[in-house]
């Protein structure tokens, strides 16, 4: 395990991105018998007991002031999870992925003056109109509605993360806002009774989606992101649509038409030239989706 994680750190954030897009395309293979809530409630649970046990936080000694933060982060963490699902359920992942990427885009130019930024949304815009389901191109409008809210709750989650890690250490506010995403979650996951259908196979299913989506991409990216500029981590992470367009080829048989892999990189090139246009901070580090 020690060799997994003592790797460049561009193909570590290369391998984290990959790692997170099939954990995502294992959990879909799982919604016929658990259904997406059931199967992002297992997958969280058990993410939040291997965080707990890797970083041991004292919930004694967090303060009024640390919980005001870290409990709307794990909130919003748990929602963007659950709702994702919910998108993947309904549409190919790559696309979920690339409406998804909306959120952290807005993030990175809100506020800003240039006209440039304001060029790399329209991009990103023109990306939506070509997966929109107006056109009648067979893309289930509930889905995109979906990914769309989630990539929004990404955008709170960013928000949430970077002031949470002002004030806890990033181990533990993880483990901590996982305990609170899965109690959020966790009640969907029940009503949908999807457990109902678990068995042992199920359940080692949901340890490797756990270790796959959480544990193993965000030490990874942990690591890297103490080696490399903030700006080429999150060039790199700029990625994961394309990434998880080919996740979803090769484990889903997830084809997608023409207009909808210009769509892609539509919203991959709006990412990067934003990143590139930003004007970052030493510490600056773009807010890590550890569990999607």
Do not use: H
Request: charged share 10%; glycine share 8%.
């Amino acid at each position: 395990m020690k060799k997994l994680f003592n790797i460049p750190p561009i193909p570590a954030v290369l391998l984290a991105i990959i790692s997170v897009q099939s954990g995502a395309a294992i959990a879909k293979t799982l919604f016929p018998e658990l259904g997406a809530a059931a199967t992002a409630s297992l997958r969280i649970g058990i993410s939040a007991l291997i965080l707990l046990a890797v970083y041991r936080p004292n919930l004694s000694k967090i303060n009024a002031s640390q919980w005001k933060v870290v409990i709307p982060y794990g909130l919003s963490l748990g929602a963007m999870n659950l709702i994702f699902y919910f998108a993947i359920e309904r549409i190919p992942i790559g696309l979920a992925v690339t409406l998804e990427f909306i959120g952290p885009l807005v993030v990175a130019v809100v506020g800003s003056k240039r006209l440039l930024d304001y060029l790399w949304i329209l991009l990103a815009a023109a990306g939506i109109v070509l997966i929109a389901p107006w056109s009648d191109n067979g893309v289930d409008l509930l889905g995109v509605v979906f990914a769309l809210v989630a990539g929004a709750l990404w955008a709170a989650y960013i928000v949430l993360g970077g002031k949470v890690s002002k004030i806890m250490k990033g181990g533990e506010a993880v483990a901590v806002g996982m305990l609170f995403a899965t109690l959020l979650i966790l009640p969907f996951g029940i009503i949908g009774q999807g457990f109902q259908n678990m068995t042992p196979d199920f359940f080692y299913l949901g340890i490797a989606l756990a270790l796959l989506s959480s544990a193993i991409p965000f030490t990874l990216e942990m690591k890297a992101l103490g080696q490399l500029p903030a700006r080429t981590f999150s060039i790199l992470m700029s990625l994961e649509p394309a990434a998880a367009s080919i996740c979803g080829l090769l484990f889903l048989q997830e084809y997608l038409t023409t207009n909808e892999i210009i769509a892609v990189i539509c919203v991959v090139i709006a990412s990067v030239g934003s990143t590139m246009s930003t004007k970052f901070k030493k510490s600056d580090s773009k807010a890590e989706k550890v569990c999607t």
